[in-house]
């Protein structure tokens, strides 16, 4: 089946599943303390490397730069840390300009490739922390033996858990329905941004953080999302080579990657792998959001015994 087919195929049932469930309303939750629910637990180590490690490796994610780990770079340094924060290709760019189209037909496996390289320099083994997209990318560096320990926060998951969700495809639903959008750049646009991610943010916030926005690779997203159809598996994950401790965080009000498709990320890597679900939390809970405080301060706790 060739590509064009396949992507017609995939815009019906899109476009099927997203005006069918458009009657179903969201769910609206209480505002609650910030808290963490354990589902997953582990000891594991890397046999390895035996010493605790101080480099963290922080990975962005979709349309986003190094910007998105400003908080949490301040207080792991002060923690004793080294942190290093690459931008991933063609994400070094102003969020006014025209992205290279270059950027559109992108893989995954550039974005892990660049990263291996600079991986691969360091002077230790580092602590992998991604958000997003960025935890899909520590996901794929982990299985190569890259890691020391594994932080993602509201990761998007490998290829195998389904992501077809009503709250995913109406987030997306606007750069979905640009003809060849998996070959070009792409930006989500304000409306959609605050409603998938941005939500918990107060309104001046919103606008600030998604004036930074840059765009995002059509094939990136394209490989996420129909990982079924692509033929390099570029989303693809062998939890076996996964053997690194590992923490997944999700946002219980997170809405472009909800807590259930997130729990499963952990339960792939049940073995090594602990679960925290935050309430009152959505996607962005690096970047300002109420409460990220005490998150950071957690996971800062877990690497002292998983790193």
Known sequence: MNKIVKITILALLTAFLTFGCQSVPEEESAPQATSAKPLLDTSAKMVSDESDSKTIFMIHGMWCAPWIWDNYKTFFEKQGYRCITPTLRFHDMDPNDSPDPQLGTVSLLDYASDLE?????????????????????SQILASRGLAKSLVLITPVPPSGIST????????FWGPATTWGWWRIPNRLSFDASVYGMLHLLPPEQQRETYSKFVYESGTAVYEIAYWFFDSTDASEVNEADVTCPVLVIAGKEDRIMPASVVENVAEKYESVSTYWELDNHSHWVLDGEPGWEVTVENIASWLKNNS
């Open 164 to 171: 077809l969700k009503y709250s995913i495809i109406k987030s």
């Open 117 to 137: 390289k600079e991986i691969t320099q360091l002077d230790e083994k580092p602590i992998i922390m991604g958000h997003s997209m960025g935890g899909l990318l």
